[in-house]
């Protein structure tokens, strides 16, 4: 340790580095049409008909996200397109897309069902700066029975995606599964189903019954240790795999994620895991009706009916009442709990998750599904990194993208 | 190797800046082409006529400072490159063991045209400074660095600074919104005091560059560490990546590089060189927990195929064009775009030990 000042300085902004401190507005989710093509069992969005009207961007709508596009301040721009089944409209992703100023450097995201690829949606595909996400649960039957599909719906998916693998790549065409926690599939089919297709990342979320779903399935309120043991199978499959087969390295995002914000502070990007956690900042959702949402979770909450915390709209902005509430307790700081805890450098606040679950974000922490949650992994990855045997080192090292096969010793420092 | 230093014939009656254009501008900055000559091209400018030592064609949009008295045209600043650095010093108070560029007792000043050049630079582009030390000369660096960029603010500078001379008072002038486009590269050894300051070749040395650290991380200044890589800094490479990790860890870059056969190592070369591909083990193991940690560490001057290939991506192609060389061995290699190679004044027999890809 140097001694005297530039420890000292150092010391202050490491513990700055480990808190979140918002930049300018530069990651924008955008909803222009809650239309769907599909009625998919755990749909969180209570989507719209087809053929239903009212349910997209009005044109007042559009022309101020395009001037919130258009005045962006940050170098960098993230824009994800939600929906609905946003591919419905083409010409509002295009308009925000030309929208972006030519100093910014601008990356998209489309998140399609991939049922139908229109040509127009094809179009889109093909930029360079467009990425394609879309949704696959698994193999064949247990994705069909997700989404209420028959034997030839599913097909149709299947070749979209594998078309699109095939001419682009899984750098840019990746996939989520959502998983019904009662119900997983077997964590190898579920692996074999992405790295069949060269696709090695899988970002294992659970269905947060809530809106639509939490109608459908009232009995899942809390997600069950299961999950737990399934989520910790998952990463162990994966580390056995990876050893096994040096050609492919699969991982699980929000465990590579985890461990990201383990050893690297100012990892923030993850809107959902950080803390202080301010809504309203860097980040913003605006829905198919010009409301603005701290995350898409809270949208979901508000489309359900079952609490609005909208926290502005699109043409008077966000910097209301309702967000200041919400900031005031966005944090792990001064919670008993938190405070005591020893992964609170790395941990996060999510009070939308609590919201959604108990209706109230007034109850201990340590009793909270967040939590729980978050206390497992972070056990996990710990008795990982401590661990000497070299595939799980060999994994860990791929994830944190390093080039040996063991974790630096004393790599806590 | 490009030449950086020309022939030039002129009698103006004091040393000028000019940027060469091909066709005649009203902007007084600016020199035209006029005719091919024997020796090479024929130039007019506010300064009258001048004649400097290569074809036109190579010259167009170059920045060149053109010294009637040394008859020597000096490429400041080439429009084609991306490696142009200003040279504002040959002082300086250290003796490093690989010094590139060995000190000289007299310093000639020649700040005012430095900046003239800088304004007359492409757009956006980033102005390397160096020395000797430039930072002995702060009060003059300062000041060109903050005219050139109120001017020019799409301009980036690049200095190179042994870190031994900053104050708690610098500290106050480079929090200036300009200096958002400075970063400093400054060199760091070993993470103890008795190691670096033996290899800078001045007592105190570590403890001065410790306090210029504090005063800089104080204004918000962005910092490029620099460790070149040589048998005396390598087995304590991964100590010194644990200390950046911890102390330095608001650091932009750390930057390990390949020894240079040239300046006061080339005398000692087979004493200070390297070879990385008998063992890479220590050198791994700091760039990794560097990474780990988030800092971003690169690995510079050392050709792809001496890196094991896992390692690869911290590797960049660094070497300067007009320094760079490559082995004829190199011809079928895949990777060479992506290749530092060599620098032209690596030993010959070394040049040619390449494996390609
Ligand atoms: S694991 Fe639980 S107690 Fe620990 S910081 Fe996270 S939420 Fe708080
Ligand atoms: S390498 Fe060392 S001796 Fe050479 S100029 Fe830089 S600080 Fe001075
Ligand atoms: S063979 Fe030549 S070009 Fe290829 S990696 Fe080696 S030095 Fe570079």
Redesign the interface.
């Known amino acids: 340790?140097?001694e005297?000042?530039?420890?000292r300085?150092?010391h202050k902004?490491?513990v700055q580095?480990r808190r979140f401190h918002p930049g300018e507005l530069d990651y924008l989710i955008l909803v222009p049409t809650l239309r769907c093509n599909l009625a998919c069992s755990y749909c969180q969005v209570s989507r719209a008909a087809e053929g239903a009207s009212g349910y997209d961007w009005s044109d007042g709508t559009r022309d101020a996200v395009i001037d919130l596009v258009r005045q962006t301040r940050s170098g960098h721009l993230k824009i994800e397109f939600q929906g609905g089944e946003p591919t419905l409209r083409c010409d509002l992703i295009e308009a925000v897309i030309g929208a972006v100023p030519p100093h910014v450097e601008a990356s998209f995201v489309i998140c399609t069902n991939l049922q139908h690829v229109p040509p127009e949606a094809a179009a889109l595909f093909d930029r360079d700066d467009v990425s394609i996400s879309t949704s696959l649960d698994g193999p064949r039957l247990h994705h069909a029975r997700q989404r209420g599909q028959d034997d030839a719906a599913s097909e149709a998916f299947e070749q979209n995606i594998d078309r699109l693998l095939a001419q682009y790549g899984s750098r840019k065409v990746s996939a989520l599964p959502t998983l019904d926690p009662r119900s997983p599939p077997d964590p190898d089919e579920l692996i074999d189903a992405y790295a069949r297709r060269g696709m090695t990342a899988i970002y294992l979320r659970p269905i947060n019954y809530q809106g639509f779903a939490r109608r459908q399935h009232a009995d899942c309120r809390t997600t069950d240790t299961r999950w737990l043991e399934y989520h910790e199978t998952f990463i162990r499959r994966l580390i056995y795999r990876n050893w096994k087969d040096r050609n492919i390295c699969l991982e699980e995002n929000y465990f590579s994620l985890l461990l990201r914000r383990i050893?690297?502070?100012?990892?923030d990007r993850h809107v959902d895991l950080r803390n202080p956690n301010p809504f309203g900042t860097d980040f913003i959702v605006i829905d198919h009706d010009g409301l603005a949402y701290p995350t898409d979770e809270a949208r979901m909450l508000a489309r359900a009916g079952i609490i609005d915390l909208s926290i502005g709209n699109i043409r008077q902005g966000w910097n209301t009442p309702a967000r200041d509430a919400l900031n005031a307790v966005s944090t792990c700081d001064g919670d008993p709990d938190c405070e005591a805890c020893t992964y609170k450098p790395f941990c996060g606040r999510d009070i939308v998750d609590d919201i959604s679950r108990y209706g109230t974000i007034d109850i201990p922490r340590r009793e909270t599904e967040f939590c729980r949650r978050h206390l497992h992994l972070f056990d996990l990855a710990f008795e990982l990194i401590h661990s000497p045997d070299p595939a799980i080192q060999y994994s860990l090292?791929r994830w944190?993208?390093?080039?040996?096969d063991r974790?630096?010793a004393?790599?806590l420092? | 190797m490009i030449a950086l230093a020309l022939r030039a014939a002129s009698d103006a009656p004091a040393p000028f800046v000019t940027r060469l254009s091909l066709q005649a501008e009203s902007e007084p900055a600016l020199s035209h082409f006029l005719a091919c000559t024997q020796a090479g091209s024929l130039w007019s400018g506010t300064q009258g006529l001048f004649e400097v030592a290569s074809a036109a064609e190579d010259l167009i949009g170059d920045v060149v400072l053109v010294d009637p008295f040394e008859g020597r045209a000096d490429r400041l600043i080439r429009s084609a490159s991306r490696h142009n650095t200003l040279l504002v010093t040959e002082q300086c108070d250290q003796l490093c063991a690989m010094c590139s560029q060995p000190p000289k007792k007299t310093h000639v000043d020649r700040f005012d045209l430095l900046e003239q050049a800088s304004l007359l630079a492409d757009q956006g582009i980033t102005i390397g400074i160096s020395g000797g030390e430039p930072t002995l000369h702060r009060a003059r660096l300062f000041s060109m660095l903050e005219s050139v960029l109120e001017a020019r603010p799409d301009l980036n500078f690049h200095v190179l600074s042994n870190g031994q001379h900053f104050t708690a008072e610098d500290a106050l002038r480079l929090r200036s919104p300009c200096y958002r486009n400075v970063v400093w590269g400054i060199p760091i050894y070993a993470a103890d005091a008795a190691s670096h300051d033996a290899i800078v070749g001045k007592a105190g040395a570590f403890e001065r560059l410790m306090a210029s650290f504090a005063h800089l991380l104080r204004a918000g200044a962005r910092i490029e560490l620099r460790t070149v890589l040589s048998s005396s800094t390598a087995e304590r490479l991964d100590t010194l990546a644990s200390f950046i990790v911890r102390d330095l860890a608001h650091i932009e870059q750390w930057s390990v590089m390949g020894l240079e056969n040239i300046g006061f190592a080339r005398n000692r070369w087979n004493e200070l060189h390297l070879d990385l591909r008998r063992d890479f083990h220590a050198v791994g193991k700091a760039l990794d927990r560097a990474n780990l940690h988030g800092i971003r560490p690169r690995l510079f001057n050392i050709p792809l195929c001496h890196v094991p290939a896992a390692y690869r991506s911290y590797a960049v192609a660094s070497i300067s064009d007009w320094k760079q060389r490559f082995s004829d061995k190199c011809a079928p290699c895949a990777a060479r775009p992506e290749c530092s190679g060599f620098f032209e004044w690596h030993p010959p027999e070394l040049v040619d030990e390449v494996f390609p890809l």
């Not at chain 1, 005297?4 to 420890?7: I, N, Q, S």
């Not at chain 1, 050893?263 to 990892?267: A, L, M, V």
């Not at chain 1, 944190?400 to 040996?404: A, E, P, S, T, Y």
């Open positions: 340790m140097v005297g000042e530039l420890g300085l150092s902004f490491a580095r050893f690297r502070p100012g990892e090292c944190l993208g390093l080039g040996g974790l630096p004393g790599g420092s």
